[in-house]
């Protein structure tokens, strides 16, 4: 496989990557889930093929369909020094492993006074697309951004997947690092060997000084989308690509937003009680003054995702309600 940055890889191929790096630079970190194992093919969509072969059963195990068993086994094992990544098929399925995420693994540093650490990686896979219906395709990142202890990341390019898992396996404490279903295939610059993105650090994905769109996972490309389509009336809009979303980036948020004077935030969770709401509060507690027009928000509707591929489709925030949020806030 090829490190070249001329290269275009996908997402699946650098998560790979970013999981043989891991697994060759450190013999504690491990990997549990269902199917993750070569016999079954490495997982549902591949990402762990090739790594039971390479580094061995007892590093790489295929569990039983069991969310909490899988989560309650990487929270033990990192409380001995591992560093346990567990792959949760589908983010809906994390609802299964609850408890064990927020009451063990996201406390257990605070309730032994910083004396446990629980460095454990939750992949999740999520985003609508395929007609999964409403029980495999829901963003529920609000849910552990809430939870204090737990960091929350994702990505929106294969080079930015692989530097940001890589960050995750090697971070001491507990991260949800969420996989984007219907971008996993979407080529991207390769990343170089070996290259870690830090945690809470976003990245200007597009400069602009007319208006700040805040996005996230696939939602970058939407903005991007929407900011290209006003670039070509003279509006110059920036793009800011959170990367991590607990805790995310406020600095580079808030620089951002002083100088444009004008927000957007946009992610494919519903929009009531979302991240956005967390970031558009913090803009206006901060920056009220400074705004030429309030704080828009871009999420899906109120509802589970739906099966139908015509509704689904109008389920998922676009370009076009992006673009409709920036005229609004330009008025």
């Avoid at 985003?127 to 202890?149: C, I, N, V």
């Amino acid at each position: 496989m090829s490190t070249a940055t001329s290269k275009k890889m996908n997402s699946i191929q650098a998560l790979n990557m970013a999981l043989h790096e891991a697994m060759a630079a450190d013999p504690e970190v491990i990997m549990l889930g269902e199917d993750v194992a070569d016999p079954e093919d490495g997982g549902v969509m591949g990402v762990t093929k090739g790594l039971s072969t390479k580094f061995g059963d007892a590093r790489v195990r295929s569990t039983p369909i069991s969310e909490q068993a899988i989560i309650g086994a990487c929270i033990g094992a990192s409380m001995v020094g591992m560093k346990p990544v567990a792959e949760i098929m589908l983010m809906n399925f994390t609802t299964v492993a609850m408890d064990m995420i927020v009451n063990h693994a996201a406390k257990l540093r605070f309730m032994s006074g910083g004396q446990t650490k629980v460095p454990i990686t939750i992949r999740v896979t999520t985003g609508a697309g395929f007609s999964t219906g409403g029980q495999h395709a829901d963003y529920l990142e609000a849910w552990f951004a809430h939870t204090a202890g737990l960091k929350v990341v994702t990505y929106s390019t294969p080079a930015e997947a692989k530097g940001l898992l890589l960050s995750c396996i090697f971070d001491d404490d507990p991260c949800i690092f969420i996989e984007n279903l219907p971008t996993y295939f979407a080529p991207g610059e390769a990343p170089e060997p070996g290259q870690r993105i830090p945690l809470g650090v976003a990245r200007v994905a597009r400069p602009g000084r007319d208006a700040t769109v805040i996005a996230y996972g696939p939602q970058v490309h939407q903005a991007i989308a929407a900011a290209s389509k006003l670039a070509e009336e003279g509006v110059e809009v920036e793009v800011i690509d959170l990367r991590t979303i607990a805790p995310w980036d406020r600095a580079t948020v808030l620089n951002s937003v002083a100088r444009t004077r004008r927000a957007v935030v946009t992610h494919e969770a519903v929009k009531p009680f979302g991240v956005g709401a967390e970031i558009s509060s913090v803009i206006h507690e901060e920056l009220f003054s400074q705004l030429k027009a309030p704080v828009q928000r871009v999420g899906a509707p109120f509802c589970a995702v739906p099966y139908s591929k015509p509704l689904e489709t109008a389920f998922v925030p676009g370009a076009a309600q992006i673009e409709a949020a920036l005229r609004k806030t330009l008025k």
